[in-house]
């Protein structure tokens, strides 16, 4: 499991004997967030994300998920600032859901809530909001929370059904980003898909009205619009290093073109 949380550090399952007396403040700071350069995306969140970051789809010849990038090098996320605010105009549901987690037990028949313990805003002072009331009975911040954990969870379980319709109409193709930045540093991004828009434009009338009538192609098309951000993440490396200005980022669509860099960062 902690291969796939990202910054997940100890997700224990919560309990009233365990976090009867938890408190947890949330929102103040996404610094758990700086050292990831993406997170996953669920498709409904297409629209608000592709304003904000390039949409790619990550995983291997068996099994894509969508996420959005948020940095050109490993351990990089190019939102978070020095203070820990997010900088992007869209915060991603995977970030949001943090310090909370669902996991499946009884062959996925059952999830069970955690929380990360290690989170700053974990405390036992009062400071935020309480999980349990002193009678053991969920507060309603909790219910609230379980509410948005179990929507997220349909989502996502949406979104590989989308994804699985990609793969099996072959519309994926490997990509990577390539950043040039003045004064000499390369980096580029790898690891990750997208879809390629000559094999989408000549799939069969049924496939395209089946993606149509659930709004897949949508998603498909704003994915396709969110690659210019790439473009957009150059400034953001120049901001990052102000004695050196980002001269050309390539994906090999429709940004200029770059040097292949020595250091991939996987997605």
């Known amino acids: 499991m902690a291969t796939q949380l990202l910054f997940y550090e100890k997700a224990a399952p919560v309990t009233f004997r365990d976090h009867g007396d938890l408190s947890v403040r949330t929102g103040g700071t996404y610094g758990f967030a700086r050292k990831v350069n ?3 995306l669920t498709a409904v969140e297409f629209s608000a994300a592709a304003a904000a970051y390039p949409i790619v789809f990550a995983g291997d010849d068996t099994a894509v998920m969508p996420a959005v990038i948020l940095g050109a090098r490993a351990n990089e996320n190019l939102f978070v600032d020095a203070d820990g605010r997010w900088t992007g105009s869209y915060i991603p ?19 069970i809530l955690h929380i990360d313990e290690t989170f700053e805003g974990c405390n036992r002072d009062g400071h935020g909001e309480r999980l349990f009331d002193a009678g053991g009975e969920r507060t309603q911040y909790l219910q609230n929370l379980l509410r948005f954990l179990q929507e997220y969870q349909g989502q996502f379980a949406r979104t590989q059904a989308y994804c699985k319709r990609l793969k099996n109409l072959d519309l994926l193709q490997p990509m990577q980003a390539q950043f040039r930045i003045a004064g000499g540093e390369e980096r580029s991004v790898s690891g990750f898909f997208v879809v390629d828009r000559e094999k989408l434009k000549a799939i069969e009338t049924d496939a395209l009205r089946q993606m149509f009538d659930t709004d897949e192609l949508e998603c498909t098309y704003l994915h396709l619009h969110s690659l210019r951000h790439f473009n957009d993440m150059v400034k953001r490396l120049a901001d990052s290093a102000p004695e050196a200005s980002a001269a050309a980022a390539d994906t090999g669509d429709d940004a200029e073109s770059g040097e292949a860099s020595p250091e991939a960062a996987e997605v």
């Open 38 to 40: 993406s997170v996953p």
């Open 93 to 111: 549901a995977f970030v949001r859901r943090y310090p909370f987690v669902f996991s499946a037990a009884d062959e996925g028949k059952q999830l």
